[in-house]
């Protein structure tokens, strides 16, 4: 699973997470009764085969055992959850704790969800009940700057990121590159010579995925922006803000990308692929390339292959326009994640504290990263190795199953996300060259933060990108196809330029400047 965060002053959360968490003398557990609170957040996908709740887990056991605080899980259906949100907000029942999207799915913001009432400010939460938190946030302003709104009322317990770990991209057959006796391509050029290498010797249509949505999706992992300066979606360029689909140079982001479908370099069922279709069509070798996770996607590729010794897949940077340069786009984590808010309706909202700040002190970060020692990992001169239970699981069950059940590091939680967790989980030789390359790049001086909106700007934001969303997929998906032929490009930018992205840009910018000068 993970999302699209970040923002111009990366090097202060880099800073901030580089660095093992000042602990604010290990405070948290609880010795009290048990006492009880609800959550409203996605299942972990990789758990969906093996429970039907995430209290049925260890991990869910142990921070209630240490916590004293009972949680009962609400998980909507995946793929209706932000319809199943809107629904639960319009009606009032409210649980008392909700991780959500709330900087990309909730209109206006965190900031118009405290107006509205759906949510409540944790400022006294936090000074009266998460020490933790409390200490964590004043060794580490950039945090501390993204989780507060304009009006410094802070928005939930944060998902503390890495920042740009590189973690996530293209990913490509390297047992067919080196069968074909070619270089990795970093051009443009070169990837359309490799995939109509793989086109010839391999494959009919080598590059598959999800046309636009979810995280397989070539075009929203900025695949062939970046090579002509843009990104797909929000950006920072120089201090402006852009919306990549309205500058110049997405009409020459199309054309190549029309001229590799009209080739077949790219796979025609790409606007309907789900998840199973995509990822059976790379392990199959019916594709040679797509888009992914180096855990969910190249580790247990890898893994489920290993009776191949043939199968190898490794993970690419983003193109460039001239070999040796530094990406412009990739994928870019980092900030605060999907923060788990306190809503207004919480029965106790000091309980919920007290599970959520647990994972922000000594104790409860190597749960959070690691699981239960001697179980799950264990200490070599102060460094946690995970066990075998985790990498060769009695039950069979792969090591990012066993991650989300005892841990909450491989997906996202009230946690300050530790470096060294990203070096077990992505151990291979592959996930690490794949990482350096894609951090081999500007993309963190670009990426656009989770800025906070005004009312009036929300609103506003919210009806004009409705409408500009919907046009800009409707109509890539036309000019890849062929539907509607480049020649119209004219049109295309005037019917966004009718729908007001040029406002849209402005309200983003006042956004951001007063983001920048918090």
């Known amino acids: 699973m993970k999302r699209n965060l970040g923002f111009l002053l990366v090097a202060a959360v880099l800073a901030s997470v580089l660095c093992l968490p000042v602990w604010a003398g290990g405070?948290?557990?609880?010795?009290?009764?048990?006492?009880?609170?609800?959550?409203?957040?996605?299942?972990?996908?990789?758990?969906?085969?093996?429970?039907?709740?995430?209290?049925?887990?260890?991990?869910?056991?142990?921070?209630?055992?240490?916590?004293?605080?009972?949680?009962?899980?609400?998980?909507?259906?995946?793929?209706?959850?932000?319809?199943?949100?809107?629904?639960?907000?319009?009606?009032?029942?409210?649980?008392?704790?909700?991780?959500?999207?709330?900087?990309?799915?909730?209109?206006?913001?965190?900031?118009?969800?405290?107006?509205?009432?759906?949510?409540?400010?944790?400022?006294?939460?936090?000074?009266?009940?998460s020490p933790n938190l409390k200490a964590y946030l004043a060794k580490n302003p950039g945090t501390d700057k993204l989780l507060k709104t304009d009006e410094s009322k802070y928005?939930?317990?944060?998902?503390?990121?890495?920042?740009?770990?590189?973690?996530?991209g293209n990913i490509i057959r390297k047992d067919w590159i080196e069968k074909l006796g070619m270089e990795l391509p970093q051009t443009v050029d070169e990837w359309?010579?490799?995939?109509?290498?793989?086109?010839?010797?391999?494959?009919?249509?080598?590059?598959?995925?999800?046309?636009?949505?979810?995280?397989?999706?070539?075009?929203?992992?900025?695949?062939?922006?970046?090579?002509?300066?843009?990104?797909?979606?929000?950006?920072?360029?120089?201090?402006?803000?852009?919306?990549?689909?309205?500058?110049?140079?997405?009409?020459?982001?199309?054309?190549?990308?029309?001229?590799?479908?009209?080739?077949?370099?790219?796979?025609?069922?790409?606007?309907?692929?789900?998840?199973?279709?995509w990822e059976a069509k790379m392990l199959n070798g019916q594709a040679g390339v797509t888009v992914g996770w180096e855990g969910s996607s190249v580790g247990q590729w890898l893994e489920a292959m290993k009776g191949d010794p043939s199968f190898n897949v490794e993970g690419l940077a983003n193109p460039v326009s001239k070999r040796g340069e530094k990406s412009f786009a990739e994928s870019v984590d980092g900030g605060i994640g999907w923060p788990t808010a306190v809503t207004t309706k919480a029965r106790n909202p000091e309980?919920?504290?007290?599970?959520?700040?647990?994972?922000?002190?000594?104790?409860?970060?190597?749960?959070?990263?690691?699981?239960?020692?001697?179980?799950?990992?264990?200490?070599?001169?102060g460094v946690p190795k995970f066990t075998d239970l985790v990498y060769k699981n009695p039950k069979g069950l792969n090591s990012k199953q066993v991650m989300e059940l005892y841990l909450r590091a491989a997906d996202e939680g009230m946690i300050i996300n530790d470096r060294r967790f990203q070096d077990l989980e992505y151990f291979r030789p592959q996930q690490q060259a794949a990482m350096k390359r894609r951090t081999f790049s500007t993309a963190g001086d670009h990426n656009f933060p989770s800025v906070s909106l005004t009312t009036k700007e929300g609103e506003e934001l919210a009806v004009i990108m409705t409408e500009v969303q919907t046009f800009v997929e409707e109509a890539f998906v036309k000019f890849l196809t062929g539907i509607t032929p480049l020649e119209d490009f004219d049109g295309y930018f005037k019917k966004l330029d009718d729908l007001g992205i040029k406002r849209a840009i402005q309200i983003q910018q006042a956004a951001y400047d007063r983001f920048v000068a918090r």
């Open 27 to 129: 405070k948290g557990e609880s010795k009290a009764a048990a006492r009880e609170v609800s959550l409203w957040r996605r299942m972990p996908s990789d758990l969906t085969t093996l429970y039907t709740n995430m209290a049925e887990t260890p991990y869910a056991k142990e921070i209630e055992k240490r916590t004293g605080v009972k949680v009962t899980y609400i998980h909507p259906t995946e793929a209706q959850r932000l319809e199943q949100f809107n629904l639960m907000v319009a009606a009032g029942d409210l649980p008392d704790m909700i991780q959500y999207s709330w900087f990309e799915n909730y209109p206006g913001g965190p900031a118009r969800a405290i107006e509205d009432k759906v949510i409540r400010p944790i400022n006294d939460l936090i000074e009266k009940n």
């Open 155 to 168: 928005i939930g317990y944060p998902d503390v990121r890495l920042t740009f770990t590189g973690g996530y």
């Open 192 to 277: 359309y010579a490799v995939l109509k290498a793989f086109q010839a010797k391999f494959t009919k249509h080598p590059l598959t995925g999800t046309a636009l949505s979810g995280s397989r999706s070539p075009v929203k992992n900025h695949f062939l922006f970046g090579a002509y300066g843009i990104w797909w979606g929000w950006y920072v360029d120089g201090g402006k803000v852009r919306y990549g689909q309205s500058e110049q140079a997405f009409r020459n982001v199309m054309s190549i990308y029309r001229k590799w479908y009209v080739d077949g370099l790219i796979d025609p069922e790409i606007v309907t692929n789900d998840k199973k279709a």
């Open 351 to 381: 309980a919920c504290a007290t599970f959520a700040d647990y994972g922000y002190g000594e104790k409860g970060h190597m749960l959070q990263n690691f699981g239960v020692e001697g179980e799950t990992y264990t200490l070599e001169n």
